[in-house]
């Protein structure tokens, strides 16, 4: 089992150290090999995804991502920025679904803005279609006024499209996943205005009948956005396209009330995948000793759940993860009055320590 392990920058450093603590700490065999990825990868050779971590990622089995970006980085060239270098990856490993958990943990209640009657208990899955969408589309650009009347007026334009093999293949990750859980999926789209998602509706209502067993029901996204905060727990599995899922998913992260918390998988369809926490390289805390490393830790075990098909290592990770936090250890972003106030450290230590019991 091969792991590429890419910690970034920022924080990234910080909470993927303590995710591959964990990971040691198991009795398996995993092979990990660290290499620079995004500002860090820059900084040394010139670009954020430099070829010799492209090719260790490609060869791996699945990649432990930290994360990428500082602001320092703002005026580069779009094509040599940090993000760049996720983008690069999704396009090469062909990582097409991007599964993200919103699991509101029983001592973390009180943690979130929302109302605790509204989250607790809360356990959906949104699932972002990653490679198609306004992100992708062609033509793309800005045209500069060329009638001489205007000098200097620009426009900038995108283009959303989706084709049939993307739209269906992100549905079958969906329904599949919903016949795990609670067999209910929401089909997220704006088929009232855009053509695309008309398109996206008909597609996955189309394939919805090759699963009988699973509710589908379709939501406009303006709909979603607001249903997510009035009754989160009325959704099991939500997919949508690249661009809503994009703004839908930080929405459902943040109803747990730290972004700290919550890992992600982006999966291909030979399930080789990135692990990464759903939260950035948090500079302004960077170097700190402060971050969560829990959604990392959470990503690592996803990582054995879905590409390494280790269940019960998983299960073993996300059932420490509960332990620490039954034990009040928290770190900055989810401290309560009451609870034990750790660094990052010490949590991947508790992790590590808590394993031992399963
Ligand atoms: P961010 O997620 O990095 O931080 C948002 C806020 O959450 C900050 O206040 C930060 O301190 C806090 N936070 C994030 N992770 C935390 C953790 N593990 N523990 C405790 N607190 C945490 O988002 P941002 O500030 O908008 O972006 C910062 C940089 O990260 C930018 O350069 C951005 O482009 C990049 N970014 C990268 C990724 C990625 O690598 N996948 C994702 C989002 C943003």
């Known amino acids: 089992?091969?792991?590429?392990?890419?910690p970034g920058d920022g924080i990234g450093t910080e909470i993927v150290a303590e995710a591959v603590k964990v990971l040691n700490a198991l009795d398996l065999k995993l092979e990990m090999e660290t290499a620079l990825v995004g500002g860090a990868a820059y900084e040394a050779h010139g670009h954020p995804l430099p070829e010799a971590t492209l090719k260790l990622a490609k060869e791996a089995d699945a990649v432990l991502f930290g994360a990428v970006g500082d602001w320092k980085y703002d005026k580069l060239d779009r094509a040599l920025r940090p993000e760049q270098a996720i983008l690069g990856l999704r396009k090469n490993l062909g990582l097409f679904a991007n599964l993200?958990?919103?699991?509101?943990?029983?001592?973390?209640?009180?943690?979130?803005?929302l109302k605790p009657e509204l989250i607790a208990g809360l356990d959906i899955l949104i699932?972002?279609?990653l490679t198609g969408d306004i992100y992708f589309g062609q033509p793309r650009g800005r045209r500069i006024a060329s009638d001489g009347l205007f000098p200097g007026t620009e426009e900038a334009f995108d283009t959303m499209r989706y084709s049939r093999p993307e739209i269906e293949r992100i549905a079958h990750v969906?329904?599949?996943?919903?016949?795990?859980?609670?067999?209910?999926?929401t089909s997220v789209d704006k088929a009232n205005v855009l053509e695309t998602f008309q398109f996206w509706k008909d597609v996955v209502t189309e394939v919805g009948q090759q699963y009988p067993d699973v509710a589908?029901?379709?939501?406009?996204?303006?709909?979603?956005a607001m249903q997510l905060v009035r009754d989160p727990k009325k959704f099991d599995v939500v997919v949508t396209g690249n661009m809503f899922g994009d703004i839908l998913s930080d929405e459902a992260s943040m109803l747990t009330g730290s972004i700290?918390?919550?890992?992600?998988?982006?999966?291909?369809?030979?399930?080789?995948?990135?692990?990464?926490?759903?939260?950035?390289?948090?500079p302004d805390?960077?170097?700190?000793?402060?971050a969560n490393p829990l959604a990392t830790i959470l990503s690592a075990a996803m990582m054995l759940r879905f590409s390494?098909?280790?269940?019960?290592?998983?299960?073993?990770?996300?059932?420490?993860?509960?332990?620490?936090?039954?034990?009040?250890?928290?770190t900055a972003d989810i401290f309560s009055p009451g609870t034990t106030r750790v660094s990052t450290f010490e949590m991947g230590a508790a992790v590590v320590r808590a394993l031992s019991s399963y």
Not at 216 to 224: G, I, K, R, S
Not at 285 to 290: F, L, N, T
């Open 1 to 6: 089992m091969k792991i590429a392990v890419l």
């Open 100 to 113: 993200r958990p919103a699991i509101c943990y029983e001592q973390l209640v009180g943690a979130s803005s």
């Open 127 to 129: 699932i972002r279609e």
């Open 174 to 185: 969906a329904f599949q996943a919903a016949r795990q859980r609670a067999k209910r999926v």
């Open 216 to 224: 589908l029901d379709h939501m406009y996204v303006d709909n979603a």
């Open 260 to 282: 700290g918390m919550l890992p992600s998988a982006s999966l291909n369809a030979s399930k080789q995948g990135l692990y990464e926490p759903s939260h950035g390289s948090a």
């Open 285 to 290: 805390i960077a170097g700190k000793g402060i």
């Open 308 to 330: 390494l098909n280790q269940e019960a290592a998983a299960e073993r990770i996300e059932a420490a993860v509960k332990t620490v936090l039954a034990q009040g250890l928290r």
